[in-house]
């Protein structure tokens, strides 16, 4: 099993900057991806941005040149360094983790995990 623990989120005021951490622990695992969600009130949860083992980045249209994704390979973690925020950022963020469990050195299963969720609010 494994835990997706998130921390960072809270009240800003626009304009300014909120970093984001979300720590995977557990045991026998190996991530392939991680990423960052949000869910706004009223609306569908969509991809904010994700960054592969190797350091491929993906970012939603609505925040590039304002977020960074980061990854720390050996902690296990990622991170969302979100600068300029709006209003509109408002929401739950959620991290997500696509990952392989091992049950033995050759046998494993591709498993998703989300963390609980951290809200960030952008007040104008």
């Known amino acids: 099993q494994v835990q997706l623990v998130e921390s960072g989120g809270g009240l800003v005021q626009a304009g300014g900057s909120l970093r984001l951490s979300c720590a995977a622990s557990?045991?026998?695992?190996?991530?392939?991806?991680m990423g960052w969600y949000r869910q706004a009130p009223g609306k569908q949860r969509e991809l904010v941005a994700t960054?592969?083992?190797?350091?491929?980045?993906n970012y939603a249209d609505s925040v590039k040149g304002r977020f960074t994704i980061s990854r720390d390979n050996a902690k296990n973690t990622v991170y969302l360094q979100m600068n300029s925020l709006k209003p509109e950022d408002t929401a739950v963020y959620y991290c997500?983790?696509?990952?392989?469990?091992?049950?033995?050195?050759?046998?494993?299963?591709?498993?998703?995990?989300w963390g609980q969720g951290t809200q960030v609010t952008v007040s104008s």
């Open positions: 557990g045991s026998r695992f190996s991530i392939a991806a």
């Open positions: 997500n983790a696509g990952l392989i469990e091992w049950r033995s050195s050759s046998d494993g299963s591709y498993m998703d995990y």
């Open positions: 960054v592969t083992s190797g350091g491929r980045t």
